[in-house]
């Protein structure tokens, strides 16, 4: 049962950034899948999810109206299509599956390593 991450790295401000999470090991359909982002010096926070059936999606505000979370279930994969990110976004960043549609961590059995965005000019 394993997640990994892909896709971080450095990028101005205003720029874009597209992490995969991709599932190995398990049935990826059967979870909700979300991403948590933690900060220096900050809690992890839980910045978006979306449940099995695709109709309960959710995202943060510091994230709504520029992040997009998607899916390929054929490729047991999860997406997070960053745009206009902001020095604020720099974080790691961690995608998780669990049972529950919730930005709780608890509830999320399966967690990424985690992968570094930072946005500098």
């Known amino acids: 049962v394993q997640l990994v991450e892909s896709g971080g790295g450095l990028v101005r401000p205003g720029g874009s950034l597209r992490l995969s999470c991709a599932a190995s090991?398990?049935?990826?359909?059967?979870?909700?899948k979300a991403w948590f982002r933690q900060a220096p010096g900050k809690e992890r926070e839980g910045i978006s999810f979306?449940?099995?059936?695709?109709?309960?999606?959710y995202y943060a505000d510091s994230v709504k109206g520029r992040f997009t979370i998607s899916t390929n279930n054929a490729k047991d994969t999860v997406y997070l299509q960053m745009t206009n990110l902001k020095p604020e976004d720099t974080a790691i960043y961690y995608c998780?599956?669990?049972?529950?549609?919730?930005?709780?961590?608890?509830?999320?059995?399966?967690w990424g390593q985690g992968i570094q965005v930072t946005v500098s000019s």
């Open positions: 090991g398990f049935t990826f359909g059967n979870h909700v």
């Open positions: 998780a599956t669990g049972p529950v549609a919730t930005t709780i961590d608890t509830y999320y059995r399966t």
């Open positions: 979306i449940n099995t059936r695709e109709d309960d999606i």
